[in-house]
């Protein structure tokens, strides 16, 4: 947190929010002290709020019936997503969640100094889709052992393609390897090579 000086507690705010580049919504801040040579504060960028304003803002540009619970857990900023459109989030394997999610963390990153990974979900989604790509890996690794050839699995977001290397990691008769460039990339399933 930096300090900040000014006559009044909204001067000395005013001065933090044009060298934090944040508006007043978006900061935290103490009372250091108060008294004839004005108000000291200390203030930094509060990354929950940030992103409360962002979603919120995001949310009604898109006229989009979503709300967002945000919450400090096991050394992540949860967010939990409820409204009558989450199921633009959830189709296509959610690839808008993940994508959410994704913008999310950049403008926790370009905004704030320091702050936890931020873990987005609506109804347990995430949880079902881990099972779900579990599963396909699996069977993709039974198909890639037993044809001796590589399966590709369809695109995916960096959260997915991780859940799919993971269960597959200790496989002795498979590897696996992300094909293609941006956002979304195939998860290639290949017959461990004889080393």
Do not use: W
């Not at 857990?73 to 949860?78: A, P, R, Y």
């Amino acid at each position: 947190m930096k300090t900040f000086h000014g006559s009044s507690l909204d001067e000395a705010l005013s001065a933090a929010c044009r060298d934090l580049g944040a508006r007043m919504e978006e900061i935290r801040y103490d009372v250091l002290r108060e008294g004839a040579d004005g108000v000291t504060i200390e203030a930094d960028i509060d990354t929950v709020a940030v992103l409360g304003l962002f979603f919120a803002e995001m949310f009604a540009a898109g006229s989009l019936a979503l709300r967002v619970q945000l919450a400090e857990e096991d050394g992540v900023l949860k967010g939990e997503l409820e409204g009558a459109d989450t199921t633009l989030l959830t189709t296509n394997g959610g690839q808008a969640l993940d994508a959410l999610q994704y913008l999310a963390n950049r403008v926790a990153d370009r905004r704030g100094r320091q702050h936890l990974p931020i873990h987005l979900d609506t109804s347990g989604f995430k949880q079902r889709r881990a099972v779900k790509l579990e599963d396909m890996a699996l069977d993709a690794a039974d198909r890639a052992a037993r044809k001796r050839q590589p399966v590709t699995l369809p695109t995916m977001a960096p959260a997915a393609r991780r859940i799919v290397h993971v269960a597959l990691a200790e496989d002795p008769r498979v590897e696996t390897e992300s094909e293609g460039h941006g956002f979304l990339k195939r998860v290639v399933v290949r017959p461990r090579r004889e080393r």
